[in-house]
């Protein structure tokens, strides 16, 4: 498994366990981490974990953005935890007792054995426009807030923050280079941009101090999955060669 390979992640947004399952037979040996969201984890739970373990995932990503009463959240990151995922999040918006009480859910399920997870806030979603933050009564730009958003989970203890490619370099400056930063949004230049906006291709994305590159479809709606990680591979091995048309 390569450098680029660990900080590759797959987002498996398929409705079936099973074609989950099959990406993962086809993609375990290329790629480090698959991400399970909302809609394969409310199909499948925690079996569904198991299974694309057993498929051959190494690294888990339980993409659940928890965002609820501090004791709820606690009580989820450390089942999360405890399922087997190796990274988890909430949502930085459900304030400083929340994000305080996620940490303490996550080192609760450590000390009961469970690997160490990697913890991080959802900051700005890169869907959100100035205006959608205005209707919430937020007097700021997307990104001051994701790097707001940033800092108040760095001093709560996470271990990084989702954001856009964007904002990734502004937050490392901020929050320090430990602090990992998680991007989806990224597109080479040679895929479908779908219905991301604000794009980057992944030679860019490292450029801007992002730690885990998330794709999706340029790699699942391809016709062979495995060469499309591949080339993305190629291309965050080599920066240069890549640009957003
Ligand atoms: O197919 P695509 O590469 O667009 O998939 C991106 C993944 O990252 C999806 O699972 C999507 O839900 C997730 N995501 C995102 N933007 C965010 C947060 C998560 O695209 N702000």
Redesign the pocket.
Known sequence: MTLAADRLVV???TDTLEAAETLVKKLAGTVGWF?V??ELFTLSGPEGVRRIRAAGARKIFL?L?YHDIPTTVRRAVKAAVLVGADMVNVHALGGTGMMTEAVKGRDEAVAQGANRCLLVA?T????MTQQELMELGIDATPRMLAVHLARMAARCGLDGA???PQEAADIKGICGDRFVTVT????PAWAAK???ARVMTPGEALAKGCDYL????????SKDPAAAAQKILAEMASPASATQK
Do not use: E, F, Y
């Open positions: 987002a498996l947004d991400k969201g909302k993409d953005k959802v700005t979603l890169t869907s989702v954001s856009s989806p949004g990224v597109r779908n219905d991301q998330v794709v999706g479809r340029p790699i699942t709606a």
